[in-house]
Protein backbone atom coordinates (compact mmCIF):
# COMPACT_ATOMS: atom_id res chain seq x y z
CA UNK A 1 0.00 0.00 0.00
CA UNK A 2 1.41 3.23 -1.05
CA UNK A 3 2.37 5.72 2.02
CA UNK A 4 1.54 9.37 1.75
CA UNK A 5 2.33 13.00 3.31
CA UNK A 6 0.22 15.66 3.87
CA UNK A 7 1.90 18.78 4.04
CA UNK A 8 0.66 22.52 4.83
CA UNK A 9 1.84 25.71 2.75
CA UNK A 10 2.10 28.01 5.51
CA UNK A 11 3.19 31.72 4.23
CA UNK A 12 1.61 32.75 1.36
CA UNK A 13 -0.12 35.24 2.78
CA UNK A 14 -3.08 37.59 1.02
CA UNK A 15 -3.52 37.22 -2.35
CA UNK A 16 -4.65 40.17 -4.86
CA UNK A 17 -5.98 40.32 -8.45
CA UNK A 18 -2.94 39.89 -11.07
CA UNK A 19 -0.67 37.55 -8.40
CA UNK A 20 1.19 35.12 -10.08
CA UNK A 21 0.35 31.64 -7.93
CA UNK A 22 3.35 29.78 -9.11
CA UNK A 23 5.94 32.51 -7.53
CA UNK A 24 3.76 33.00 -4.73
CA UNK A 25 3.37 29.13 -3.87
CA UNK A 26 6.85 28.15 -4.96
CA UNK A 27 8.23 31.18 -2.42
CA UNK A 28 6.49 29.39 0.18
CA UNK A 29 7.41 25.67 -0.40
CA UNK A 30 10.26 25.51 -1.21
CA UNK A 31 9.76 21.89 -0.71
CA UNK A 32 7.78 21.42 -3.43
CA UNK A 33 9.36 17.87 -5.52
CA UNK A 34 8.34 16.16 -8.86
CA UNK A 35 5.63 13.85 -8.04
CA UNK A 36 3.92 15.85 -5.45
CA UNK A 37 0.28 16.97 -5.42
CA UNK A 38 -0.29 20.61 -4.95
CA UNK A 39 -4.04 21.04 -3.14
CA UNK A 40 -4.79 24.18 -3.76
CA UNK A 41 -8.16 26.29 -2.51
CA UNK A 42 -10.44 27.79 -5.18
CA UNK A 43 -10.37 31.05 -3.48
CA UNK A 44 -6.76 32.02 -3.88
CA UNK A 45 -7.14 31.34 -7.57
CA UNK A 46 -10.10 33.35 -7.89
CA UNK A 47 -8.46 36.31 -6.47
CA UNK A 48 -5.52 35.99 -8.92
CA UNK A 49 -8.15 35.73 -11.53
CA UNK A 50 -9.84 38.68 -10.24
CA UNK A 51 -13.17 36.87 -10.05
CA UNK A 52 -14.38 39.31 -7.63
CA UNK A 53 -17.68 41.21 -7.33
CA UNK A 54 -17.43 44.56 -5.58
CA UNK A 55 -20.31 44.81 -2.94
CA UNK A 56 -21.64 48.22 -1.86
CA UNK A 57 -21.19 49.30 2.01
CA UNK A 58 -25.13 49.52 2.50
CA UNK A 59 -28.55 47.66 2.71
CA UNK A 60 -30.05 47.06 0.78
CA UNK A 61 -27.62 47.61 -1.64
CA UNK A 62 -25.63 44.49 -0.75
CA UNK A 63 -27.80 42.02 -1.15
CA UNK A 64 -28.92 43.59 -4.77
CA UNK A 65 -25.60 42.52 -5.27
CA UNK A 66 -25.12 39.66 -3.79
CA UNK A 67 -28.45 38.49 -5.90
CA UNK A 68 -27.76 39.84 -9.26
CA UNK A 69 -23.97 37.43 -8.44
CA UNK A 70 -26.08 34.35 -7.34
CA UNK A 71 -28.03 34.94 -10.97
CA UNK A 72 -25.01 35.54 -13.41
CA UNK A 73 -23.59 32.33 -12.42
CA UNK A 74 -26.69 29.92 -11.96
CA UNK A 75 -27.82 27.92 -15.15
CA UNK A 76 -30.99 26.51 -13.25
CA UNK A 77 -31.91 26.24 -9.26
CA UNK A 78 -31.87 22.18 -8.37
CA UNK A 79 -33.85 23.41 -4.67
CA UNK A 80 -34.29 26.09 -2.44
CA UNK A 81 -35.15 26.21 1.32
CA UNK A 82 -35.90 29.40 3.01
CA UNK A 83 -32.25 31.76 1.74
CA UNK A 84 -30.72 28.72 1.13
CA UNK A 85 -30.28 27.95 -2.74
CA UNK A 86 -28.80 24.87 -4.20
CA UNK A 87 -28.12 25.70 -8.20
CA UNK A 88 -25.82 24.18 -10.58
CA UNK A 89 -23.10 26.49 -12.32
CA UNK A 90 -21.71 27.07 -15.94
CA UNK A 91 -19.53 24.48 -14.70
CA UNK A 92 -22.15 21.85 -14.26
CA UNK A 93 -21.18 21.94 -10.78
CA UNK A 94 -24.57 21.48 -7.96
CA UNK A 95 -23.68 23.86 -4.79
CA UNK A 96 -24.80 25.88 -2.40
CA UNK A 97 -25.13 29.72 -3.69
CA UNK A 98 -23.31 28.87 -6.72
CA UNK A 99 -19.88 28.45 -4.73
CA UNK A 100 -20.42 32.63 -4.15
CA UNK A 101 -18.13 33.11 -1.09
CA UNK A 102 -17.65 35.98 1.52
CA UNK A 103 -15.69 34.08 4.02
CA UNK A 104 -11.80 34.86 3.76
CA UNK A 105 -12.39 37.78 1.99
CA UNK A 106 -12.52 41.49 2.69
CA UNK A 107 -16.33 42.55 3.28
CA UNK A 108 -15.99 44.83 0.23
CA UNK A 109 -15.67 41.84 -2.05
CA UNK A 110 -17.55 38.59 -2.99
CA UNK A 111 -15.43 35.98 -4.47
CA UNK A 112 -16.85 33.84 -7.45
CA UNK A 113 -15.26 30.16 -8.61
CA UNK A 114 -12.66 30.21 -10.91
CA UNK A 115 -14.48 30.92 -14.30
CA UNK A 116 -12.58 27.46 -16.01
CA UNK A 117 -10.76 25.51 -12.94
CA UNK A 118 -9.50 22.59 -15.05
CA UNK A 119 -8.18 25.11 -17.58
CA UNK A 120 -6.41 27.07 -14.21
CA UNK A 121 -5.23 23.55 -13.04
CA UNK A 122 -3.01 23.30 -16.39
CA UNK A 123 -1.81 26.77 -16.57
CA UNK A 124 -0.34 26.66 -13.03
CA UNK A 125 0.82 23.24 -13.45
CA UNK A 126 2.74 24.14 -16.90
CA UNK A 127 3.95 27.05 -15.22
CA UNK A 128 5.14 25.42 -12.50
CA UNK A 129 7.45 22.64 -14.68
CA UNK A 130 8.12 25.29 -17.29
CA UNK A 131 9.62 28.15 -15.09
CA UNK A 132 10.57 26.20 -12.28
CA UNK A 133 11.36 22.37 -13.82
CA UNK A 134 8.85 21.08 -11.11
CA UNK A 135 6.39 18.33 -12.44
CA UNK A 136 3.67 18.20 -10.06
CA UNK A 137 -0.11 17.58 -10.39
CA UNK A 138 -2.68 20.29 -9.38
CA UNK A 139 -6.00 19.82 -8.17
CA UNK A 140 -7.94 23.20 -7.22
CA UNK A 141 -10.73 22.63 -4.43
CA UNK A 142 -13.85 24.11 -2.91
CA UNK A 143 -16.18 23.18 -0.40
CA UNK A 144 -19.91 21.67 -0.64
CA UNK A 145 -22.18 19.58 1.05
CA UNK A 146 -23.60 16.36 0.71
CA UNK A 147 -26.99 15.59 -0.04
CA UNK A 148 -27.70 12.60 2.40
CA UNK A 149 -24.98 13.48 5.03
CA UNK A 150 -24.20 16.39 7.57
CA UNK A 151 -21.13 18.67 7.10
CA UNK A 152 -19.18 19.62 4.53
CA UNK A 153 -16.35 18.53 3.03
CA UNK A 154 -13.63 19.82 0.05
CA UNK A 155 -13.74 18.42 -3.55
CA UNK A 156 -12.00 19.06 -6.46
CA UNK A 157 -13.71 21.30 -9.08
CA UNK A 158 -10.29 21.47 -11.38
CA UNK A 159 -7.92 18.61 -11.95
CA UNK A 160 -4.28 18.58 -14.46
CA UNK A 161 -2.01 15.94 -13.93
CA UNK A 162 -3.50 13.78 -11.93
CA UNK A 163 -6.20 10.71 -12.27
CA UNK A 164 -9.96 11.90 -11.77
CA UNK A 165 -11.07 8.66 -11.41
CA UNK A 166 -9.66 5.39 -10.48
CA UNK A 167 -11.29 2.48 -12.13
CA UNK A 168 -11.83 -0.78 -10.49
CA UNK A 169 -14.42 -2.03 -13.27
CA UNK A 170 -13.28 -5.71 -14.17
CA UNK A 171 -10.93 -6.05 -11.78
CA UNK A 172 -11.71 -8.69 -8.88
CA UNK A 173 -11.46 -8.57 -5.33
CA UNK A 174 -9.79 -10.68 -3.00
CA UNK A 175 -12.45 -13.23 -2.88
CA UNK A 176 -12.80 -13.73 -6.54
CA UNK A 177 -15.61 -11.12 -7.00
CA UNK A 178 -15.29 -9.01 -10.06
CA UNK A 179 -16.35 -5.08 -9.06
CA UNK A 180 -19.01 -3.76 -11.12
CA UNK A 181 -19.38 -0.12 -10.35
CA UNK A 182 -16.24 0.86 -8.24
CA UNK A 183 -14.81 3.72 -9.46
CA UNK A 184 -13.32 5.90 -6.81
CA UNK A 185 -12.89 10.03 -7.00
CA UNK A 186 -9.35 10.34 -6.57
CA UNK A 187 -9.19 13.70 -6.88
CA UNK A 188 -11.69 14.36 -4.42
CA UNK A 189 -10.12 12.03 -1.82
CA UNK A 190 -6.96 14.37 -2.95
CA UNK A 191 -9.30 17.38 -1.76
CA UNK A 192 -10.68 16.41 1.08
CA UNK A 193 -6.87 15.24 2.74
CA UNK A 194 -5.64 18.61 1.74
CA UNK A 195 -7.99 20.10 4.05
CA UNK A 196 -6.86 18.30 6.98
CA UNK A 197 -4.08 19.99 6.96
CA UNK A 198 -5.00 23.91 5.38
CA UNK A 199 -8.45 24.18 8.17
CA UNK A 200 -11.01 27.34 7.14
CA UNK A 201 -9.51 29.48 9.61
CA UNK A 202 -5.69 29.30 9.44
CA UNK A 203 -4.84 30.96 5.95
CA UNK A 204 -3.21 28.09 4.54
CA UNK A 205 -4.92 27.93 1.25
CA UNK A 206 -2.13 25.13 -0.26
CA UNK A 207 -1.53 21.83 1.17
CA UNK A 208 0.95 19.21 -0.56
CA UNK A 209 -0.27 15.63 -0.90
CA UNK A 210 3.00 13.44 -1.13
CA UNK A 211 3.32 9.49 -2.59
CA UNK A 212 0.53 9.27 -5.72
CA UNK A 213 3.09 9.39 -8.26
CA UNK A 214 1.93 6.42 -9.46
CA UNK A 215 -1.53 7.72 -10.57
CA UNK A 216 -0.15 10.39 -12.65
CA UNK A 217 -1.23 10.08 -15.84
CA UNK A 218 0.80 10.69 -19.36
CA UNK A 219 -0.28 14.49 -19.92
CA UNK A 220 -3.02 17.31 -17.94
CA UNK A 221 -5.77 13.82 -18.02
CA UNK A 222 -9.03 14.74 -18.07
CA UNK A 223 -9.80 17.34 -14.71
CA UNK A 224 -12.36 17.89 -12.97
CA UNK A 225 -14.85 17.86 -15.67
CA UNK A 226 -15.07 14.19 -15.79
CA UNK A 227 -16.72 13.77 -12.61
CA UNK A 228 -19.63 15.96 -13.50
CA UNK A 229 -22.97 13.38 -13.76
CA UNK A 230 -24.68 13.75 -16.90
CA UNK A 231 -28.41 14.59 -16.82
CA UNK A 232 -29.37 11.48 -18.22
CA UNK A 233 -27.03 9.54 -15.36
CA UNK A 234 -28.75 11.84 -12.69
CA UNK A 235 -31.24 10.56 -10.19
CA UNK A 236 -31.38 14.02 -8.31
CA UNK A 237 -31.67 16.36 -10.38
CA UNK A 238 -34.09 18.35 -8.12
CA UNK A 239 -34.83 18.89 -4.29
CA UNK A 240 -37.87 17.14 -3.28
CA UNK A 241 -40.53 20.05 -3.35
CA UNK A 242 -38.99 21.19 -6.47
CA UNK A 243 -39.44 17.94 -7.99
CA UNK A 244 -43.29 17.35 -6.17
CA UNK A 245 -43.92 21.01 -7.55
CA UNK A 246 -43.05 20.14 -10.91
CA UNK A 247 -44.79 16.90 -11.21
CA UNK A 248 -48.24 19.17 -10.26
CA UNK A 249 -47.40 20.82 -13.18
CA UNK A 250 -47.02 18.34 -15.96
CA UNK A 251 -50.03 16.86 -14.41
CA UNK A 252 -52.04 19.69 -14.91
CA UNK A 253 -50.88 19.79 -18.99
CA UNK A 254 -50.57 15.66 -19.39
CA UNK A 255 -51.32 15.64 -23.19
CA UNK A 256 -52.51 12.38 -25.42
CA UNK A 257 -49.95 9.71 -25.88
CA UNK A 258 -49.36 10.18 -30.33
CA UNK A 259 -48.50 6.77 -29.92
CA UNK A 260 -47.83 3.77 -27.53
CA UNK A 261 -44.75 2.09 -26.98
CA UNK A 262 -44.41 -1.83 -27.14
CA UNK A 263 -45.29 -2.89 -24.22
CA UNK A 264 -43.38 -5.95 -21.41
CA UNK A 265 -44.94 -9.14 -21.02
CA UNK A 266 -46.13 -8.38 -17.88
CA UNK A 267 -48.02 -5.01 -17.28
CA UNK A 268 -49.24 -4.11 -13.79
CA UNK A 269 -51.73 -1.70 -13.97
CA UNK A 270 -53.11 0.28 -11.03
CA UNK A 271 -56.76 0.05 -10.02
CA UNK A 272 -59.10 1.86 -12.56
CA UNK A 273 -62.01 3.44 -11.39
CA UNK A 274 -63.91 2.87 -14.46
CA UNK A 275 -64.60 -0.46 -16.78
CA UNK A 276 -62.76 -2.22 -19.27
CA UNK A 277 -63.70 -1.98 -22.95
CA UNK A 278 -62.99 -3.46 -25.87
CA UNK A 279 -65.43 -2.54 -28.01
CA UNK A 280 -63.52 0.36 -29.71
CA UNK A 281 -60.84 0.50 -31.91
CA UNK A 282 -57.61 1.48 -29.85
CA UNK A 283 -54.12 2.65 -30.82
CA UNK A 284 -51.31 -0.02 -31.39
CA UNK A 285 -49.63 -1.44 -27.97
CA UNK A 286 -52.74 -0.52 -25.97
CA UNK A 287 -52.94 -2.78 -22.79
CA UNK A 288 -56.29 -0.99 -21.55
CA UNK A 289 -58.96 0.90 -22.53
CA UNK A 290 -61.75 2.03 -20.06
CA UNK A 291 -65.02 3.63 -20.54
CA UNK A 292 -65.59 7.50 -18.91
CA UNK A 293 -69.06 7.33 -17.67
CA UNK A 294 -71.67 9.43 -15.65
CA UNK A 295 -75.41 8.99 -15.54
CA UNK A 296 -77.40 10.16 -18.39
CA UNK A 297 -78.32 13.87 -17.74
CA UNK A 298 -76.30 14.77 -14.49
CA UNK A 299 -73.92 17.29 -15.91
CA UNK A 300 -72.36 17.59 -12.00
CA UNK A 301 -71.32 13.78 -12.47
CA UNK A 302 -70.03 14.07 -15.62
CA UNK A 303 -67.66 16.82 -14.28
CA UNK A 304 -66.84 14.44 -11.44
CA UNK A 305 -66.14 11.60 -13.89
CA UNK A 306 -63.98 13.91 -15.52
CA UNK A 307 -61.79 15.54 -12.61
CA UNK A 308 -61.90 10.89 -11.96
CA UNK A 309 -60.03 10.34 -15.23
CA UNK A 310 -57.76 13.41 -15.10
CA UNK A 311 -56.53 11.98 -11.62
CA UNK A 312 -56.06 8.65 -13.36
CA UNK A 313 -54.37 9.26 -16.22
CA UNK A 314 -51.64 11.31 -13.43
CA UNK A 315 -51.78 8.51 -11.12
CA UNK A 316 -50.89 6.08 -14.38
CA UNK A 317 -47.84 8.90 -16.05
CA UNK A 318 -46.17 8.48 -12.50
CA UNK A 319 -46.31 4.47 -13.41
CA UNK A 320 -44.32 4.88 -16.58
CA UNK A 321 -48.27 4.21 -18.81
CA UNK A 322 -49.20 7.40 -21.31
CA UNK A 323 -52.95 7.80 -22.11
CA UNK A 324 -54.78 8.73 -24.90
CA UNK A 325 -58.29 10.07 -25.16
CA UNK A 326 -60.84 8.53 -27.80
CA UNK A 327 -63.99 10.45 -28.85
CA UNK A 328 -66.84 8.61 -28.77
CA UNK A 329 -68.02 7.56 -32.49
CA UNK A 330 -70.91 4.77 -31.58
CA UNK A 331 -72.37 5.00 -28.00
CA UNK A 332 -74.77 2.06 -28.77
CA UNK A 333 -71.10 -0.07 -29.35
CA UNK A 334 -70.33 0.75 -25.38
CA UNK A 335 -74.11 0.03 -23.76
CA UNK A 336 -72.76 -3.35 -22.34
CA UNK A 337 -69.68 -1.87 -20.85
CA UNK A 338 -71.49 0.80 -18.44
CA UNK A 339 -74.34 0.47 -16.00
CA UNK A 340 -77.53 0.56 -16.75
CA UNK A 341 -79.09 4.37 -17.17
CA UNK A 342 -75.05 6.04 -17.70
CA UNK A 343 -73.66 7.88 -20.23
CA UNK A 344 -70.27 7.01 -21.93
CA UNK A 345 -68.24 10.33 -21.98
CA UNK A 346 -65.16 8.34 -23.68
CA UNK A 347 -62.64 6.36 -23.90
CA UNK A 348 -59.01 6.18 -21.95
CA UNK A 349 -56.48 3.91 -23.99
CA UNK A 350 -53.53 3.32 -22.04
CA UNK A 351 -50.34 2.09 -23.41
CA UNK A 352 -46.63 1.79 -22.27
CA UNK A 353 -44.90 5.28 -22.18
CA UNK A 354 -41.10 6.53 -22.41
CA UNK A 355 -40.69 7.00 -18.90
CA UNK A 356 -38.21 4.05 -16.93
CA UNK A 357 -40.71 2.03 -14.66
CA UNK A 358 -40.40 3.05 -10.71
Not at 137 to 159: F, Q, S
Not at 184 to 205: F, N, R, S, Y
Amino acid sequence: MPSLEIHPVVGIGEVRPGDNLADVITGAADFLRDGDVLVVTSKIVSKAEGRLVDLPPDEPAREAAREAALRAETVRVVARRGATRIVQTHHGLVLAAAGIDASNVDAAHLVLLPKDPDASARALRDELRERFGLDVAVVITDTMGRPWRLGLTDVAIGAAGVDALLDYRGLHDAYGNELQLTQMALIDQLAAAGELVKGKTAQVPVAIVRGLAPHFPAAHGRGAAELIRGADADLFSLGTAEATAQGLRLAAELPDAPSFAPAQESVRLPELPFPRTRSVTTPANTVAAVVVWAPAGDLRAAAEAGRRAERLRAVLAAEGFATAWLEITDAAALADDVPAGGEPLGVLAIGQGSLPSL
